[in-house]
């Protein structure tokens, strides 16, 4: 707000009266000390009226009715000024904070915390949301990403901390080499004349570059963690937990909100070193995919510098951007998806191409134009992501479909199906699926390409038409339920396949850390399908005295048979545990249902009689309106709740009980 002096100077007659000028210019006087005294008074406010709300229970259907009644409508009232930098913070928020439903005050509880994470630390006494987010204990978490306050330290104590000159060599080393593994969004010409200058003279080096350098130096470390080469390293390879915690520092200690460069760069290693070293899906790296995203977007990454009049970017910066943004968009759309949310990104105002299927030899800092593309059929450090972004846009328009509030035509459905399977059929044939045993002659990384954009593919078609499992009465929906369970079937094959290779032994066992969350949650879907359409079918046989086709219940019986050994062995994590005890659960019942079912049967075939179930058991079968797939995409990721989540439950839930006959 502009003062009275100022409007006197400018000649611009006052908006507001004297006493109203005096006022706010009071408010500037203390502003320092009474930011985060406002949002504490706005934060306790908020939570007093959260607990009157929770103590009543009213159910308003008109959300300001009901504040206004509860006396919330003077918060209203409580003003920063214009010129306080929380005032001016980017607030947007996604509002999806304190968990998948959050409720509205602990959304704006959320918001707030934002703010005064972005103020200076007053005291360890100004937090006080931890009762009401969701999975906030970063402190256990193994991703362990807090962006709060340097507490003191220097980026000289940074880096005196940072390791020899001969590891960090190897370090960077294993980060260039490992194609599949490590984003290719830092150029090795660039980056090595920056790496030499830094070490000429780290004292001068940009603070947000030494943090790219540590997030860089982090996440090859967690590499060699979970692979195993840290038992083997002549040397001691430091951890990859303390050189994030130091990258983070000195992300804070940079204004990185104001770099020109490095700063979406060293956020997004950062992000997938938290990912690699999180055994399980973790919330927080869903709100730290949240932080980049804003960042990229704020540095203009989502928009082609082509195409933006008076560009000042290179040809060869441009092309890295795509690099980072393609990288980005790609990973934004899995994690969101595996955290049962919405992706951060608006696709709608996005224009930045694909990059170039370049070797990194092809262009370099000082090009003034960029060669032709080499054609995807020849495999480079960038062309799995480009060959990958169709199949990712196709995912990420199902994944859109499926999630509208008003439910859209079935037509659209299928001809949705159509155009899924257009974009994996038209992807080159040297990045389509072939056994895994031709890594032979393969490289590792390309196997692992092949793989992992099939299963997208194969994803993409059973989140389509998994809503329509239920129906196997109506045969509308034939068509949906018999591509769901085929793409389920392919992807437990894919599982099988990869699981034999990397048991001890096998010929791919040292690389199976490559095996990621993603890929696994892709694998408790799969089975969650079909663990389901078998649950139906014997509820559906039990209901109508219909005859369960026994050769099709016999084979999907030994897939699940075959994934339940899988994730048994697998059971040292929580969701190896979870998994197995449904996949335990639904075949006991399927052979307690095939006992049964014979012993009531002649030996001509399946008696309707036989089948048949007293009224008073047939009342537990009502199934409900439509699965809730967002709870089981959700809890089975989330750390904080997944104990307390019983797969097996929801597969009753979702199907009806099953009882003795």
Known sequence: MIGATKVEKRNRPPKSCEPCRARKQDKRADRNESVADRLKNLESLIATAAQKTQKTNPTYTNEGTAQKQHGISGIHNIQLSRSDPAANSDTVSSGLVGQVDSSHWSSMLENIRAIRDDLPAASPETSTLSSVTLNNDVLASEATFDMGSPDGVTIEHILSALPPRQVCDTLVSVFFLSHYTMMPILHPTKFQQEYESFWDSPSDTSPVWIALLLALLSLSAGVYEISGMARS?????????????????????????????????????????????????????????????????????????????????????????????????????????????????????????????????????????????????????????????????????????????????????????????????????????????????????????????????????????????????????????????????????????????????????????????????????????????????????????????????????????????????????????????????????????????????????????????????????????SIDWSLLDNQIQDPSSIQDFDLDMWLMDTAGPLESL
């Open 233 to 625: 390293s002549p040397f001691p390879i430091p951890s990859s937990k303390a050189l994030s915690k130091k990258a983070q520092d000195c992300l804070l200690l940079s204004n990185y909100t104001a770099a020109n460069e490095h700063a979406v760069e060293a956020f997004l290693l950062l992000l997938v070193g938290c990912w690699l070293r999180a055994k399980v899906s973790d919330t927080n790296l869903w709100f730290l995919m949240g932080r980049v995203v804003q960042l990229a977007i704020c540095k203009g990454y989502h928009r082609d510098s082509t195409k933006v009049p008076g560009s000042k970017i290179s040809p060869f910066e441009g092309e890295m951007r795509r690099r980072v943004w393609v990288c980005l968009y790609q990973l934004d759309s899995l994690m969101s998806f595996q955290m049962g949310l919405p992706s951060m990104i608006p696709s709608d105002f996005c224009d930045t191409e694909l990059p170039r299927n370049l070797h990194q030899s092809d262009f370099y800092p000082d090009i003034a134009e960029l060669p032709t593309p080499r054609p995807l059929s020849e495999s480079t450090t960038i062309s799995y992501a480009i060959v990958k972004a169709s199949v990712m846009s196709m995912f990420k328009k199902v994944v859109k479909h499926t999630r509208y509030v008003t439910p859209l035509s079935y037509e659209e459905t299928i001809s949705l199906d159509a155009e899924v399977r257009a974009a994996y059929d038209n992807i080159p044939d040297n990045f389509k699926y072939k056994p895994l045993t031709s890594f032979i002659v393969d490289e590792v990384s390309i196997i692992m390409s092949r793989t992992t954009i099939e299963l997208l593919s194969l994803k993409s078609i059973i989140v389509l038409h998994r809503q329509y499992l239920t129906d196997r009465q109506d045969s509308r929906f034939a068509f949906s339920r018999k591509a769901s369970l085929e793409a389920a079937e392919r992807l437990l094959e894919r599982q099988a396949e990869i699981n034999q290779l990397t048991l001890p032994g096998g010929l791919l066992h040292d690389k199976k850390w490559m095996i990621t969350s993603l890929t696994l949650s892709d694998f408790t879907l799969a089975a969650m399908v079909i663990c389901l359409d078998l649950t139906v079918a014997i509820r559906n046989s039990m209901r109508a005295g219909s005859h369960t086709e026994e050769e099709e219940l016999h084979k999907n019986l030994r897939i699940i048979e075959k994934a339940h050994d899988i994730w048994s062995s697998s059971s040292e994590t929580s969701e190896g545990r979870i998994v197995s005890h449904a996949l335990a659960s639904t075949i006991r019942r399927v052979n307690d249902f095939i006992i049964t079912s014979s012993a009531s049967t002649t030996a001509l075939g399946w008696s309707a009689s036989a089948t048949e179930t007293p009224d008073y058991i047939m009342n537990n079968f009502d199934m409900i309106d």
